[in-house]
């Protein structure tokens, strides 16, 4: 082991994209406040969560280590899903068979597949490491945060968990995700925007109006093929959004169309 020698250069200086953010480094430890770690997680699950917090810390010196501390928020998070699943897969199927086993919700799923793809399109380079500001990485962390410690949490001795709309059957989930959604404001801000050749409000109401045709009688193969086209856009933009209401807003929208689209599959032509 060849330890690094003492630095005897002078301290690091704020990154300059950072001014706009919080005035001095005591301002990045108050924005991690929030990320509480889980008192129930094994040392692994808890040294992974205290490093995202400290990269986010850092990235008052380094803007990037906001985006890495995500993505290595989902180490925990996967060692999590396998030790209490028993089972090892991608973790998009993790996810899934959380909510189906009904540890988890399907809009908190929906949140955790934005830090997910944000990994994928890192990892594909269709993404920077500068691709997530620190604010934005802490309301992605308080997700996997969130998450994490419901994983962790066991039910009580004989206790049956009561099973809701959000957990049961695909069928109900798409249907209290649809409600939930068509209660939801658009935010008012992203009218008119489109990200990555995107526009939002039109992707919006294609998912809507072929949910709600799912819904009322199901989709012919032309509106399931439309509806994967409309789950590829969103996995395109979901990352890109820095706005937490509309992050949420998309993500909601992101597992509707996947529960739909999953319930059919066009046939071959």
């Known amino acids: 082991m060849n330890p690094l020698p003492p630095s005897s250069g002078p301290p690091p200086l704020p990154d300059p994209?950072?001014?706009?953010?919080?005035?001095?480094?005591?301002?990045?430890?108050?924005?991690?406040?929030?990320?509480?770690?889980?008192?129930?997680?094994?040392?692994?699950?808890?040294?992974?969560?205290?490093?995202?917090?400290?990269?986010?810390?850092?990235?008052?010196?380094?803007?990037?280590?906001?985006?890495?501390?995500?993505?290595?928020?989902?180490?925990?998070?996967?060692?999590?899903?396998?030790?209490?699943?028993a089972v090892d897969a991608p973790l998009r199927e993790l996810i899934e068979r959380a909510v189906d086993a009904g540890l988890i919700d399907a809009g908190l799923a929906a949140e955790l597949d934005r830090c997910r793809l944000l990994r994928e399109r890192l990892a594909r380079g269709a993404a920077t490491s500068a691709a997530v500001g620190p604010e934005k990485a802490v309301a992605m962390l308080r997700t996997v945060f969130d998450a994490v410690a419901l994983l962790l949490r066991e039910p009580p001795e004989g206790a049956e968990r009561a099973v809701g709309p959000a957990d049961g059957p695909s069928e109900d989930r798409l249907a209290h995700l649809w409600d939930v959604h068509r209660r939801a404001s658009?935010?008012?801000?992203?009218?008119?925007?489109?990200?990555?050749?995107?526009?939002?409000?039109?992707?919006?109401?294609?998912?809507?109006?072929?949910?709600?045709?799912?819904?009322?009688?199901?989709?012919?193969?032309?509106?399931?093929?439309l509806l994967?086209?409309?789950?590829?856009?969103?996995?395109?933009?979901?990352?890109?959004?820095?706005?937490?209401?509309?992050?949420?807003?998309?993500?909601r929208l992101r597992a509707m169309a996947g529960l739909a689209a999953a319930r059919s599959v066009p046939s071959a032509t």
Not at 65 to 77: E, K, N, Q, Y
Not at 193 to 222: F, M, N, T, Y
Not at 228 to 251: H, Q
């Open 17 to 85: 994209r950072m001014r706009d953010v919080v005035p001095d480094h005591e301002g990045m430890r108050v924005l991690v406040a929030e990320l509480a770690l889980p008192s129930a997680g094994s040392m692994y699950v808890t040294s992974a969560l205290d490093t995202c917090r400290e990269l986010v810390r850092h990235s008052f010196f380094r803007y990037e280590f906001a985006t890495v501390a995500v993505t290595h928020s989902l180490v925990a998070l996967e060692h999590v899903l396998v030790e209490r699943l």
């Open 186 to 225: 658009f935010p008012a801000s992203f009218r008119g925007v489109d990200i990555e050749g995107v526009e939002l409000v039109l992707l919006d109401a294609d998912v809507a109006g072929l949910v709600q045709r799912e819904l009322h009688g199901g989709l012919d193969d032309r509106g399931v093929a």
């Open 228 to 251: 994967w086209k409309c789950v590829a856009d969103l996995d395109k933009i979901l990352p890109l959004i820095d706005e937490e209401y509309c992050g949420s807003y998309y993500a």
